[in-house]
DNA sequence: AAAATTATTTAAGCTTACTTAAATTTTTAA
DNA sequence: TTAAAAATTTAAGTAAGCTTAAATAATTTT
């Protein structure tokens, strides 16, 4: 399968799982900087070939054949991800970036002897779980938004989702990273903002963070 | 750079650099298993570009330019194989073809910490040269053909220049492996075939390996 | 040195993955 | 509920990187 369609998968699946926006062609064309033209191409195209369902001004639905491909790409990029994290001194969108390259050439082959290599690992650095060679996600998620969280509670970081290279230098400054412990001293409901302490510092994160930092409770 | 464009310009590297055949499209098409057609076709499009000098029935030579291009490849291709080997239970046939894909989707960032990472090697698991990040090759390389070494002398294997699965599957078999030792016991001339000890094995070769595997002289 | 062979080039055409512009449908707002 | 706005689709076109077939030039053989 060629870059472009491994792309379009990927992009459907993460529209589908983490995104509240519809999975119509325009917001995948948007995620994938393509026309929306070229996006309802794709689409048709790729219903030819079962691995999705397209019906005219419908939203996109994976088949089980494309979402074991979206699976596939997601998770030669999250051991890509890990390896490059794990061996180099790169940062998390550095980590990103390159395995947003890599993700499209490597064999299945090569992906189990990454994955053997790390100890086959179930997540990546930025806590996102990474499909086993059979494309299942096996660990469930209890993680919440720290949007979500309350005040007074103790949570530990458990993803980091985002692409962006500004969110992640935040990030290193401030100590949010993946394992980390946070409390939440305060939730600003009608600001949408929540106070936390991390490393004896006081931050107030606005919600473009909350929603993209999840956290467990801490028992 | 494309990837059939940076295939192309290693084709042409490779090929003057290597073997005995001329540069002209044919041969490159051969390499890289696209028509006539189509080598000279992008031999026109390259040319414009000033990474090849093109005249109409002449042999294809890299500028400047296009022979950094080039190197440049083959850095990132030699650093992959380099990095494979080292961490995966990979042979030599298995990290060339992995690498043969990775190397077009290779940073120079990430070409530089993978270089770093492994003490930045001068050669690869085949004994080629590694091209610093500048695209020079600072190594001398002294080596001869086995084809050409003398009865009773004893050398170091250097290189084994080649792709192909079943000569690798060979190598392993019989220790003819980077670096090891093996003394030539007996040169065929009118059979072109080559008589060697290795592993207190006795192996005679055929000039389609002793004219891949190249050795220095012990002193 | 001419004929035969081989290689290169030109020409026309194909597929993939896009683009922009116009037409159509859906959604939102008045 | 109708008009306006927004999104989707269709249509036409482009560039890259190939293909095959035919024309042309170079090389080899006799």
Chains 1, 2 share one sequence.
Not at 39 to 46: I, P, R, S, V
Not at 153 to 173: G, P, Q, V
């Amino acid at each position: 399968m060629s870059t472009a369609i491994e792309n379009f998968v990927k992009a459907i699946y993460k529209n589908e799982k983490n995104d509240s926006d519809d999975t119509k062609p325009g917001n995948i064309a948007k995620k994938l900087g393509i026309s929306n033209a070229a996006a309802t191409d794709m689409a048709k195209k790729l219903a030819t070939k079962d691995i999705l369902h397209y019906e005219k001004y419908q939203e996109l639905k994976l088949t089980e054949k494309g979402t074991k491909m979206a699976l596939n790409v997601v998770r030669k990029h999250r051991l890509w991800e890990s390896l490059l994290f794990r061996m180099f001194d790169m940062s998390l969108h550095e980590i990103h970036r390159e395995s947003e390259l890599l993700e499209h050439q490597t064999s299945d082959f090569l992906a189990n002897k990454i994955s053997e290599y790390l100890g086959n690992p179930k997540f990546d650095p930025h806590g996102d779980p990474i499909p086993n060679a059979q494309g299942e996600i096996t660990t469930k998620d209890t993680s919440v938004a720290l949007a979500n969280t309350q005040e007074g509670k103790t949570y530990t970081i458990s993803r980091l989702m985002s692409d962006d290279k500004e969110f992640f230098d935040f990030c290193a400054l401030n100590g949010l990273k993946y394992g980390n412990t946070i409390v939440v001293t305060k939730q600003f409901s009608k600001n949408k903002m929540t106070q936390i302490l991390i490393n004896n510092n006081t931050i107030i994160l606005n919600q473009d963070f909350t929603n993209i930092i999840y956290v467990n409770e801490t028992n």
